[in-house]
């Protein structure tokens, strides 16, 4: 015998099931995510951001049900990732792990630039901020900032610094301003590739980001001279700070954080953002970004679109105070 329902029921259960299609198309958030999601990065593997990514996407992928793959998008200071990124669909499938030099760096220093970092992305969160340590090969016969300086000026034609970004290389260029050396830029792929040219020698130094150094000078195939923030790091408490080495003006974080294309839902972006805040409340990965020198953030889309926006005209100051063109 077939049952049959009130016709009052059927339009309830109509009724309920046009409102949860209505509430799924007003919230795309509520659905989101139905397949993996993709955290592009815009430099070769063995890099910071690359590495905390690797850290956070297992922990992203349990949280959200769905894989979340890392995906290294080198090439162009960053720029072929970024506008990869900037091209996909706006849906919180296809997100960008932006570290500040692409995000920051390349706007002060590339006038056709494809993207721009304000109009074309939505700020996610700010994943956490760190430090750039000046580093050199340990063999290299200098232990402070001052005696680079001295080795630096005895040795104008052969000394030279890695870098990976934009700013990297505004950071070294406003050294070289500010003590009147005269390094000269080899670019890398990757801090990774950066870093180990400083071990093999193929460059005298390099301002390089925790991750790929931190281990190299635990070991002391690198020696750190100098660290970027504004008072000495608590994970880095034997390296002085710029200032401290008699080189004013110099203090800052970088930092790196999630962007989705313009016009990705914002409801998306807050679902991501809170995944991201979960994740790196959790004590292991706490405790992987201290070893690492990172100081993990959490910062909110609107606030981090204002420090974007404040570190842009910082670094574009730089660039044309240091007559640096990438065009």
């Given at each position: ?14 009724a ?16 989101f995510p139905?397949?993996?999601i ?18 956070l ?8 049900g769905?894989p979340?793959v ?5 090439g162009?200071?960053?720029?072929i ?5 900037m ?24 006038t056709?630039?494809?993207y ?7 700020p ?12 050199v ?15 630096a ?6 000394v ?19 003590t ?10 990757s801090?990774?590739d ?7 020698g ?22 750190g ?26 203090a ?5 954080g ?16 809170d995944e ?8 292991d ?8 020198g ?14 974007l ?8 100051a ?10």
């Open positions: 015998m077939v049952k049959r329902f009130p016709a009052v029921v059927l339009c309830i259960l109509t309920a099931g046009l409102a949860g299609q209505a509430a799924a198309q007003s919230d795309p958030a509520l659905s139905t397949r993996p993709r955290l592009v990065i815009p430099f070769a593997p063995g890099g910071g951001n690359d590495i905390l990514a690797r850290v996407a297992p922990k992203m992928a349990a949280a959200l769905q979340v890392v995906e290294n998008k080198p162009a200071q960053g720029i990732g970024v506008e990869l990124v091209k996909s669909p706006p849906d919180g499938y296809t997100v960008l792990v932006g570290p500040s030099g692409p995000m920051t760096g390349n706007p002060a220093i590339y056709k630039l494809p721009d970092p304000i109009r074309d992305f939505v996610v969160t700010m994943i956490g901020s760190i430090p750039l340590i000046l580093v090969n340990s063999s290299l016969p200098v232990k402070s900032v001052q005696e680079l300086v001295a080795y000026k005895a040795h104008p034609k052969s030279n610094y890695s870098s990976v970004a934009a700013l990297f290389q505004l950071t070294s260029e406003l050294f070289n301003q500010k009147g050396t005269h390094f000269q830029q080899i670019p890398y792929k801090s990774g950066a870093v180990n040219a400083v071990i093999s193929e460059v005298t130094i390099m301002f390089s980001d925790p991750p790929p150094a931190a281990g190299q000078i635990k070991t002391g195939r690198l020696r001279l100098a660290i970027s923030t504004p008072n000495r790091h608590p994970s880095w408490p034997n390296i002085p700070t710029l200032a401290e080495t008699g080189i004013s003006d110099m800052f974080v970088t930092w790196f999630l962007f989705l294309p313009a016009n990705t839902p914002a409801s998306i972006a807050r679902k991501l953002r991201v805040a979960r994740a790196i409340s959790l004590p990965v706490r405790e992987r970004f201290a070893a690492l990172v100081d993990p953030s959490g910062m909110p889309g609107d606030q981090f679109g204002k420090v926006a404040a570190d842009i005209a910082r670094w574009t730089v660039a044309k105070a240091a007559n640096i063109k990438a065009d």
